[in-house]
């Protein structure tokens, strides 16, 4: 069993900054990849970005404000948003594949199997 915290929400303004964290513990946990997807209200949750071999992918609605990064000493994703809007509005979800593979830039949710609780954004205008 492999568990996933995030931690790093919470209320800002428009235009201010957040950095989420996402720590993955258990046996395994020190293998596969994380993503970060999210929830935005009265929508599918949807994937926001990933990191595989080095290099970060993002939806293109936050490329150029938010930063994924990954500490792997500590087994922790980061996801450093800048300029945030009103639109970032979500609850923000870690997720975790347990293969290192191609999948680990997948925008597909389907391709994660452990997800943890989720952290709350709130951008007021």
């Known amino acids: 069993q492999v568990y996933l915290v995030e931690s790093g929400g919470g209320s800002v303004q428009a235009g201010g900054s957040l950095r989420l964290s996402c720590t993955a513990s258990?046996?395994?946990?020190?293998?596969?990849?994380m993503a970060w997807f999210r929830q935005r209200p009265g929508k599918e949750r949807e994937w926001v970005a990933s990191?595989?071999?080095?290099?970060?992918y993002y939806t293109s609605s936050v490329t150029g404000r938010f930063t994924v990064a990954q500490d792997s000493a500590k087994n922790t994703l980061y996801l450093q948003m800048n300029y945030l809007e009103p639109e970032d509005t979500a609850i923000y979800y870690c997720?975790?594949?347990?293969?290192?593979?191609?999948?680990?830039?997948?925008?597909?949710?389907?391709?994660?199997?452990?997800w943890g609780q989720g952290t709350q954004v709130t951008v007021s205008s």
């Open positions: 997720a975790r594949r347990s293969r290192y593979d191609i999948y680990c830039s997948s925008n597909q949710a389907n391709r994660y199997a452990d």
């Open positions: 258990g046996p395994t946990s020190s293998s596969g990849c």
């Open positions: 990191l595989y071999t080095d290099r970060p």
